[in-house]
């Protein structure tokens, strides 16, 4: 089979002829047929998020069919579409797998860090991690949602909007253009908030009710009670806290570049704002994500690449050119 592979860290990838793996107990084979390039793939080729050794194949927005069962799998059938999401083991034994919240175990193998990922032709994934996909969702649909969808679906419900609240998103990017349409999907009077006059129609065209260049400008709107930031510069994250009404929520679901940190002022504690870390909360929260998108109320704004254009497409994830997920079609 062909796979991209990342010879060493901050490697050139390179596609490579390897042999196609063979389950074993408990396992699945999935034929790929579309893989999301997230920009977590980055930050491991570049260090800034650990593996466990080079070279290997990256990829954690994997989705495909099932072309062969290993021993002991009971639960999945040959040719169902499935999706592998970021968590496909834990150890079982500390106290957050013992708590039901294997996301906190510290032995846990993540697709495409622990585990071959889904930049190539064939992948391995335990059986109980694969998630059947709605069948009305095209592959090139459901690969970005096993990451980006889901984060910002299960931050929206971590913060459990009450109706009649407000919802804004900061930063219309890879996230941030999925998160707009799930807070509308959620029947929730949802805004935006980006830097971009550029990006103005094209976010009230995903269902944004207003567009505001900062969180000044969306207080003197009437501020949200929920803010999703979406973006990776917690200076501007800091900045639209000012759109927060009291009792407001910001989650956190973008990772922070070059180190920064939060800052944040006594207006925390006279408005009683919460400042909560958000990442995949719970399988019923993907497939809550998934079932929006085969329903036709989320979609997914991507470029598809083929294999072969791997390098392309990181380089375009690397340089924000994307517009706004990028997707391998092997």
């Not at 260090?47 to 954690?60: N, Q, V």
């Not at 253009?177 to 065209?205: C, N």
């Not at 930031?229 to 009792?247: F, I, K, V």
């Amino acid at each position: 089979m062909k796979a991209a592979v990342v010879p060493n860290l901050h490697g050139r990838w390179e596609i490579r002829d390897l042999p196609i793996p063979e389950p074993g107990i408990n396992q699945v084979l999935i034929r790929i047929k579309a893989s999301g390039l997230c920009y977590t793939d980055i930050h491991i080729t570049e260090g800034a998020w650990p593996a466990d050794s080079f070279p290997r194949t990256l990829g954690h927005e994997p989705v495909g069919e099932i072309v062969a069962l290993g021993a002991g799998v009971r639960t999945r059938r040959l040719g169902d579409r499935v999706g592998v999401p970021w968590l496909q083991l834990a150890c079982g034994r500390c106290e957050w797998c013992r708590r039901g919240k294997a996301l906190f175990c510290k032995d846990q193998q993540g697709t495409g860090v622990q585990t071959q990922g889904g930049h190539a032709e064939y992948m391995l994934a335990q059986a109980e991690a694969t998630v059947l996909l709605p069948d009305a969702l095209a592959y090139e649909q459901a690969a970005s949602l096993f990451c980006a969808g889901y984060t910002v679906w299960a931050g929206l419900r971590f913060a459990d909007p009450k109706p009649h609240e407000r919802v804004a998103v900061l930063g219309i990017g890879g996230l941030g253009h999925l998160a707009v349409q799930y807070g509308k999907a959620a029947g929730f009077e949802t805004f935006a908030i980006t830097h971009s006059p550029s990006k103005e129609k094209l976010v009230r065209s995903l269902g944004a009710d207003g567009v505001f260049p900062s969180g000044a400008a969306l207080r003197e709107a009437g501020g949200a009670d929920v803010i999703l930031a979406c973006s990776n510069s917690y200076r501007a994250t800091g900045e639209a806290l000012q759109g927060l009404r009291p009792d407001g929520r910001l989650v956190l679901m973008g990772l922070p570049s070059d180190n920064q940190t939060l800052a944040v002022s006594g207006d925390l504690l006279v408005n009683r704002w919460r400042i909560i870390g958000s990442q995949q909360n719970g399988p019923e929260h993907l497939f809550e994500a998934l079932d929006y998108a085969a329903k036709g109320k989320v979609k997914v704004v991507a470029e598809t690449y083929s294999l072969d254009e791997i390098n392309l497409a990181f380089d375009r994830v690397f340089s924000g050119d994307v517009r706004f997920r990028a997707v391998i079609i092997p």
